[in-house]
Every structure is written in structure tokens, then in C-alpha cells.
């Protein structure tokens, strides 16, 4: 089945946990454009069967309002992941607008979350398909990214994660997705290849890009380094984990002012150039062409949608 909202607004995704139905109705009010409720890390091994139960009624009584409401579950390789999918789709996959694979190591492990997904749609009479999101975490998974971009027409997103990517490739790394030592020492941004690359499938397959959390939430400094190196590389927007991070990603990730008003102008005076028969025009001193009409498209359509959200 294929999912038709690859194309909807996430600069912000936030976590809750699964277990913490209190915390999940304060984000379903807040700003972030996506909640995430929790079943993997954010939830001990001994309660997940009450975390689901707890993500259950929160998706059957909570408001989430134009947000959207995710299921992060637990990886495959472990003995929880078709549990959670089974209780919490069954139960209300109907309140479900995508489900986040963790750890996603190959195309079929998106194929197989897929097909599970489709059983359960078919039997509980959901008629519209959940779709998914993939997190690339795993040195497997950045060798296997084709693949898995490419894996089902149901996914979404491919989000990085840096904290189990840094462990599975060895990399030493002080705190998930922050910046220390290590990056003082190595002469470049330490995430970059994997970071391009993850952007670069899911432009190829028309997915969105999702960059992960910057866990010290008190450091206004780094999250904004991290959050505008993610922009600048092509990044939809960024995962959080504190509801005081949203303001400074949303922000990030929404066209400034300016940009709008230049995205305009270029608009304009293309149309204008076109009209008159020129196909190269000049902007403010600069060559106008039809690559810049195609980025100003671009800033348009992510403003038309920020707009939106804001109505």
C-alpha cells in the first residue's frame, strides 16, 4: 500500500514515552509538527507490555490535533517488535499515522514491518495504509541506505541515528548527536558522509529526511549548530527530546523572511523573463536561471506549508 503523505510538514519530531501517557497529552498541545510515543528506548524491558496498553489509550483519548502521530517500536531483533505491532495496530491503527522502525539494518527489514502491516490493516478493516519511517543507526544500515529507501512504497522518512550509528561504527562520541572533543580533533563534520548520503536516498525516492535528537537540551548553542548543519545538508527537520528544544527547530527548519521574499521576487521575474521570450534574466546583480526558479519553488512550498500549520 502506498502511504500519500510523504510530502507532509515534520520539522519537529517529539519524543515521549510510551509509559507516560501524561507527558504524551502535553506534547499532543504543544508545538512540534510529529509526537513520537515511545516503546523502545524510552521504556524498560520489563515494562513494555504496560507501555503498550498505555499507548493505546492515548491514541484512542488523546486530541493530537494537525500533528502527527507516530509509533517508534521496538528493533526487530529483539523479542518485543511484533508484539508492539500487533497489540498497538490492532488496537487503534486507526489513530496511527506512521510507525518508526529502529535500527534498520535492510531493505527487508522494512519489507517484512510492511507486509505485517498489511495483515493487520486487512483484518481490522483499516482502510487507509500507515505508513513508515526508517532509522538508519547501524553501520549496516548506511552500507544497506539504498536499499532500504527503495524498500516499500509505505515509507516515508529515513531518519539518522546518531547514537547507536557512533556505537555499531566504534566511533567515540561523548553524548547522542552532540559535539565534543572529537570534533575539535577530526577536520570536518564528524556525520557528514552518512548524513549526505541518508539525504541523498531520500531525494532519489521522495522521502523526507529527518535528522535525530541532540540530547543535551539545556545547550542552546549546540542545538542550534546541529539543527542548521542538518538544514544545510538537506534535512526536513530534526528529532527532540525536550519540548524547550521545538521553538529553536521549528524556527530552523521554517523559511526565514528574506528567503521568502527573494524566492518571490525570482518567481516573478522568471515568469516575467518567460513571457518575454529570455530564458536566462539577472536579479540583483545575479544570473537568473531556471535552477534558481526550482530552489525558490522549493522555499515557496515549505512556506505555503509552515503557513498552514501556523492557520
Known sequence: MLSNNRGRLMRSMLFTPGDRP??????????ADAVCLDLEDAVAPGDKEAARAAVIQTLRGTDFGARTRLVRINALDTPFAYRDLVDVVENAGDQIDLIMLPKASSGEDVRFVATLLSQIEARQGINR????????????????????????????????????????????SAGIGEFDAYDDLYPGHRWHTVMQMLAATARTNGLRAVDGPYAAFRDDEGLTRSARIAHALGFDGKQCIHPGQLATINGIFSPREDEVARAERIVAAYQEAQDAGRGAISLDGKMIDAANLRMAQVILARHEQVQARRG
Request: proline residues 6%; charged residues 15%.
Open 22 to 31: 501524561d507527558m504524551a497529552s502535553k506534547a499532543a498541545a504543544g508545538q
Open 129 to 172: 495504509a500507515i505508513g513508515l519511517e526508517a532509522q538508519i543507526e547501524s553501520a549496516a544500515g548506511l552500507v544497506n541506505l539504498r536499499e532500504i529507501g527503495a524498500a516499500s512504497p509505505r515509507l516515508e522518512a529515513l531518519i539518522f541515528g546518531p547514537g547507536d550509528f557512533a556505537a555499531s561504527m566504534q566511533m567515540p
